[in-house]
């Protein structure tokens, strides 16, 4: 089955890395995973043609935004790396997503959308400066308009693992043990998504 790890940050940050590759490790190895950093894509942005819906590909002449939509499509479980600081999609992050829309759901004649495929699962990692951290951002460290992106693609958030600050040797560990179950969750749920 596919992993797919979508690396939002615009900033190599070694331990958001280390998170992510911990996460990595937790997969089970007969998962193939396949990682994509947002801000080494060349993506034109959506003209909102419309011409996508209701069954198509994005009409646009072809860039990356075409191969992460069939990337998304096939993809069993999705991983997003975000910045703790702003958990949302940065601008590349959101024109990638905006593209990839029909690879997510389709529209009915009703202009309804529905998930191409639903109970996929997703985790999310956000790191962090403390300084800069949202007030009660610890429970839920995603923003409307990601969840709602995740809702309507059929993704079913089983875990997030945010941490504010930075990681010291001393808890690394912890963390990338949590990050190494939270593969291991995704891993057990991908044969349950449709």
């Given at each position: 089955?596919?992993?797919?790890i979508?690396?939002?940050h615009c900033?190599?940050?070694p331990?958001?890395?280390?998170?992510?590759?911990?996460l990595?490790?937790?997969?089970?190895?007969?998962h193939k995973?396949?990682?994509?950093?947002?801000?080494?894509?060349e993506?034109?942005p959506?003209q909102?043609?419309?011409?996508?819906?209701?069954?198509g590909?994005?009409?646009?002449p072809?860039?990356?935004?075409?191969?992460i939509?069939?990337?998304?499509?096939?993809?069993?479980?999705?991983?997003?790396?975000?910045?703790?600081?702003?958990?949302?999609?940065?601008?590349?992050g959101?024109?990638l997503?905006?593209?990839?829309?029909?690879?997510?759901?389709?529209?009915?004649e009703?202009?309804?959308?529905?998930p191409?495929?639903?109970?996929r699962?997703?985790?999310?990692?956000?790191?962090g400066a403390?300084?800069a951290?949202?007030?009660?951002?610890?429970?839920?460290?995603?923003?409307?308009?990601?969840?709602?992106?995740?809702?309507?693609g059929?993704?079913?958030l089983?875990?997030?693992?945010?941490?504010?600050?930075?990681?010291?040797?001393?808890d690394?560990l912890?963390l990338?043990?949590?990050?190494?179950?939270?593969g291991?969750?995704?891993?057990?749920?991908?044969y349950?998504?449709?």
């Open positions: 089955m596919n992993v797919l979508l690396n939002d900033v190599k940050n331990a958001e890395l280390k998170l992510l590759k911990g990595c490790d937790g997969i089970a190895a007969s995973i396949q990682w994509v950093d947002a801000h080494q894509l993506v034109q959506c909102n043609c419309q011409k996508c819906h209701p069954f590909e994005c009409v646009l072809e860039d990356d935004a075409h191969h939509g069939r990337l998304l499509f096939a993809a069993d479980a999705l991983v997003l790396g975000l910045s703790a600081n702003a958990p949302n999609l940065t601008t590349p959101s024109a997503l905006e593209r990839c829309r029909s690879a997510l759901a389709y529209r009915d009703n202009g309804a959308s529905h191409w495929r639903k109970h699962p997703a985790a999310v990692i956000a790191l403390a300084k951290a949202r007030p009660g951002a610890g429970a839920d460290p995603l923003r409307p308009g990601l969840r709602s992106m995740l809702n309507t059929g993704f079913t089983v875990g997030t693992l945010q941490e504010c600050g930075e990681m010291e040797s001393a690394a912890p990338i043990q949590r990050a190494q179950n939270l291991r969750e995704l891993s057990e749920r991908m349950f998504a449709v």
